[in-house]
């Protein structure tokens, strides 16, 4: 290769006729012609340009299809994220949730706490407490009426909508009713918080708030509830405390319009039978009754 | 006038138009490449595919560059590389037509052999330049726009690509 400039312009085209002429002659053109003569012979397979577009363009369209298979990740954040989120609640939900228990009409049950502290529901009645947190924190809220026998140990708390009633180890009894809020002091002593105001109940001791009037009572007979004896015993009780009493323990519909519900009733109605139940009831304030089926209707008693 | 496509590049028509200059353009440069045709179809496919989805972002005076950059970098990527080996158009008798002797037939059919295996043996840079220029015709300048190399570049790829031939192949 003598003159490398000159093979190039020769290559490149860049020669003019005369030029190419005298470069013919040379050494290098003679090494070389065939070698770029037949290489320029060689092809390369020919492109249908239409077919080859049409191709892009199918190439393209199938790109955009796969787009949507790719994995998608940010869904499967938000995925674990939910579940997280589901699982999290749900320990709070299920594992912390409070356990309840709940009677109906007529009805009475008895409940073992965790630390064997017993619990007494009488009628259309609720409590429910913690039970993981109960070896922490003895509380347990309670709605309606309840006896307690509880197992001494740390403070014991019973919270009402009224008040609360705070106890280290004792048996008591709770009555949280409309307008009624009544405890009884059976053995130990008995902290109530009513107002604000804490009062301390010692045995056979109680304290009742009727209608917003708060009394303390001394001189209880008996070691339990005597409702807990299928008995109501009432100590100046209005008489519509003693007829949701009634309604309760026999799921009855008291009408009441006709008499006064104020007067006062001291005595007890059995749960056993409904007629001496009422019976019981009326006749010492000189009422009567009249029974349809799950409806009675108290009257003034007239005589004949 | 240039201003006007390269804010086309993106609408269709003048992406057919760019794309219809350069596609054998761009097949032949692959396939002086990867030697295959499918291949080097696949490959150009996919370079101007990346320049439709990129046109935004490419200049359109540099989007010959870009295709031709993409095409090299995609064949490094993915092409399994095998032997370039091409063939000739057709039963092209040599430059003097005179000569038809029946021993010059033979030499000749040895010395295309010859040169095609030589052309395979090639570096992958001094074959597609070679037969860019060759086959393409195309000028130094322009290969060298294309690879985005300088002319004196091309031109001593040229240089390597004769020398090798010469040497592996006897004069005809």
């Known amino acids: 290769m003598k003159d490398e400039k000159q093979i190039h312009r020769w290559l490149n085209g860049e020669m003019t006729a005369q030029e190419l002429e005298a470069f013919k002659a040379t050494q290098d053109y003679t090494d070389y012609s065939a070698i770029a003569e037949y290489a320029a012979d060689l092809e390369a397979p020919a492109v249908n340009k239409d077919d080859a577009l049409a191709d892009l363009k199918k190439r393209l369209a199938d790109r955009e299809k796969n787009k949507v298979i790719k994995p998608n990740f940010k869904g499967f954040y938000q995925a674990a994220a939910i579940l997280i989120v589901l699982v999290v609640s749900s320990y709070f939900i299920f594992f912390n949730q409070s356990t309840t228990v709940k009677t109906k009409i007529a009805e009475t049950t008895t409940t073992l706490l965790p630390d064997n502290s017993e619990v007494v529901l009488n009628a259309q009645s609720k409590i429910a407490y913690n039970e993981k947190k109960w070896k922490e924190q003895r509380e347990l809220t309670l709605e309606g009426e309840a006896f307690f026998k509880v197992t001494k140990g740390s403070d014991f708390e019973v919270r009402t909508s009224a008040g609360e009633i705070n106890v280290l180890g004792t048996q008591f009894n709770v009555k949280n009713r409309l307008n009624y809020f009544e405890v009884e002091c059976f053995e130990g002593r008995v902290a109530v918080t009513y107002n604000n105001e804490e009062i301390i109940l010692t045995r056979g001791n109680k304290y009742r708030v009727v209608n917003g009037r708060a009394e303390k009572i001394e001189g209880l007979l008996g070691t339990q509830p005597s409702w807990m004896m299928h008995e109501s015993s009432f100590v100046a009780v209005p008489l519509e405390q003693v007829i949701a009493e009634i309604e309760r323990q026999y799921d009855l519909t008291i009408n009441a319009s006709k008499v006064d519900t104020s007067a006062l009733f001291t005595g007890s109605f059995t749960h056993d039978d409904k007629n001496i139940a009422l019976q019981s009831v009326t006749i010492p304030l000189g009422l009567s009754y009249k029974i349809d089926g799950d409806k009675v209707e108290l009257y003034n008693y007239e005589g004949e | ?172």
């Open chain 2, 1 to 172: 006038m240039k201003k006007d496509l390269q804010q086309n590049l993106c609408d269709e028509a003048s992406f057919n138009g760019f794309y219809t200059s350069y596609i054998t353009n761009a097949k032949n440069f692959a396939y002086y490449k990867c030697g295959d045709s499918d291949n080097a179809l696949d490959l150009a496919q996919e370079a101007f595919i990346k320049i439709w989805e990129n046109c935004g972002k490419i200049d359109f005076t540099k989007a010959k560059t870009y295709l031709f950059t993409t095409i090299n970098n995609l064949f490094l990527n993915k092409v399994k590389h095998q032997k370039v080996v091409l063939n000739y158009k057709n039963e092209y008798q040599g430059p003097d037509k005179t000569n038809l002797s029946p021993e010059f037939v033979l030499e000749e059919k040895e010395f295309k052999t010859k040169l095609q295996n030589a052309i395979a043996d090639l570096t992958d840079g001094q074959r597609e330049v070679f037969l860019l220029n060759r086959i393409d015709g195309k000028k130094y300048r322009e290969i060298a726009e294309m690879l985005d190399i300088s002319v004196k570049a091309v031109e001593k790829r040229m240089s390597g690509a004769l020398k090798i031939l010469k040497e592996k192949i006897p004069t005809l």
